[in-house]
């Protein structure tokens, strides 16, 4: 029996078939994700932060260099010593309003000025957000540009013990003037962003119940050329099928989500534990080619957590004015900078330990991490000498040592960033502060 084209959408309307099941049928196939053909070697990039300076003379090498020495703070990274550079000698030359942490902090990855505003810190002038975007979100944008390096979230932004407050010192990542982006602080709740579309199963399973049943029934109803439609989603409805029957519905991922405890509460003492899930989150989501940019930030600027793990009580920021004065706190700041360290070095271990998807070698090799700070010493709020630790491959510098940079400004290492991913721009943040241009890590 032939039916006559308004018949024939009536029937498929009453089936479910139109305007319902089939655009579900086309939301659900996306939420397998389909895996990428590689084609050319993926470029990433991981930013941590963590806060309050570091003790200089337990950090930086005495020397330049390939033969470089691991101090206290950077002797967990030692067994990545010939996939490390060190760059010292490098500044936050921007100036304006706000407190050196301000600064410190919403000038690190935005190279530009904050906006005058109505908060303030430890200076007479109360600023506002910056004045621009920050490198991360930068070379997000221009890989999302283009289909070849297109990912489904472009940047994630991890937070471990961030506070919910906004403000210059809790932000560091900016999508533009006055444009903050919240870290992600709550593993639960990046595990939702993450593989969220994996609880739509009940919803979806019950559509494709009522489907398997539908489309035997309406396929004798319809001429040849709409049967022909139907028989392709049947294929489809199978295959999904077939798939959420199969182990945790996300067959098609290179690795499936990390397992999470629950019952973990965003506090202070559980700071290591969160962090360790925040880490495996992030590598997973990674090596799915869910972004090529992720920042993971401890704390805040002026962060006070206490750091109970270590036997230590006081606060850290706390900590940080006084090492010059006080033998205890130097100890106890060189104690909670080389566990930063640690946790640096689990990120590292867990990229080194995972294949790079369709590549030789490992995520580590085609990955560059920096661990950075907002001030380069706590006491002295000094902008100077902010650390910035380069460990991985993937943006082809020359690793394994120590460098100065002569005391350049900051934007130029950002702007550098910028380049290592083929985005020419020739200035990033404060123009005038990007004199000399990209630097030379070749």
């Known amino acids: 029996m032939h039916l006559d084209p308004m018949t024939r959408r009536t029937a498929l309307m009453k ?7 089939l655009p579900i049928l086309s939301q659900a196939s996306s939420l397998f994700g389909e895996p990428k053909s590689v084609t050319t070697p993926k470029q990433r990039l991981i930013i941590m932060f963590t806060p309050n300076g570091v003790i200089p003379d337990q950090f930086w090498p005495q020397n330049n260099g390939v033969d470089f020495e691991h101090k206290a703070i950077l002797k967990p990274l030692e067994p990545f010593h010939d996939k490390m550079l060190v760059l010292r000698d490098l500044h936050n030359k921007v100036r304006g309003d706000g407190d050196d942490h301000m600064r410190g ?28 975007i920050s490198i991360d979100r930068e070379i997000s944008h221009f890989l999302q540009s283009k289909n070849e390096t297109r990912t489904r979230f472009g940047a994630l932004h991890f937070g471990v013990g961030v506070l919910d ?61 709409d049967r022909k439609l139907l028989i392709d989603h049947a294929k489809l409805v199978e295959r999904m099928d077939r798939e959420y029957s199969s182990e945790g519905s996300v067959a098609n991922l290179f690795s499936k989500p990390p397992e999470l405890p629950e019952g973990i509460g965003n506090l202070n003492d559980n ?10 989150l992030l590598v997973n989501s990674l090596v799915n080619d869910f972004a090529r940019i992720a920042t993971l930030q401890f704390t805040k600027s002026v962060g006070q957590a206490k750091m109970s793990w270590l036997d230590i009580e006081d606060r850290h920021h706390t900590l940080s004015h006084e090492p010059d004065k006080n033998r205890g706190a130097y100890e106890k700041l060189i104690r909670i900078n080389t566990w930063f360290a640690e946790e640096l070095a689990y990120l590292l ?25 907002e001030l380069g010493k706590g006491n002295d709020h000094t902008l100077n000498n902010i650390p910035f630790v380069l460990i991985g491959g993937g943006l082809g510098y020359r ?35 990007c004199q000399g241009g990209p630097l030379n890590l070749s």
């Not at 403000?167 to 709740?189: F, H, I, K």
């Not at 739509?200 to 035997?216: C, P």
């Not at 040592?401 to 290592?420: I, K, Y």
């Open 399 to 433: 690793m394994g040592r120590s460098m100065s940079c002569e005391n350049s400004a900051h934007n130029r290492l950002l702007l550098t960033l910028a380049h290592g991913f083929g985005h020419t721009i020739q200035t990033f943040g404060n123009p005038s502060l």
């Open 271 to 280: 700071l290591p534990r969160l962090g360790r899930l925040q880490i495996d």
């Open 105 to 132: 902090m919403g000038c690190l990855l935005t190279g530009i000025e904050l906006f005058p505003g109505n908060v303030m810190g430890g200076s007479n002038t109360p600023a506002g957000w910056p004045r621009g």
């Open 165 to 225: 407050r906004a403000d210059p010192w809790t932000r560091m990542s900016y999508d533009g003037p006055n444009q903050p982006v919240a870290p992600l602080t709550d593993p639960y709740e990046a595990y939702s962003k993450l593989y969220g579309n994996v609880r739509e199963k009940k919803r979806v399973r019950a559509v494709l119940d009522d489907l398997k049943s539908d489309l035997g029934k309406v396929a004798n109803m319809l001429p040849h050329s």
């Open 15 to 21: 089936l479910g078939l139109s305007g319902l099941s």
């Open 349 to 373: 271990k867990s990229l080194e330990a995972t294949p790079e998807p369709g590549r030789n070698g490992s995520m580590l090799d085609h990955t560059l991490v920096i661990w950075t700070n």
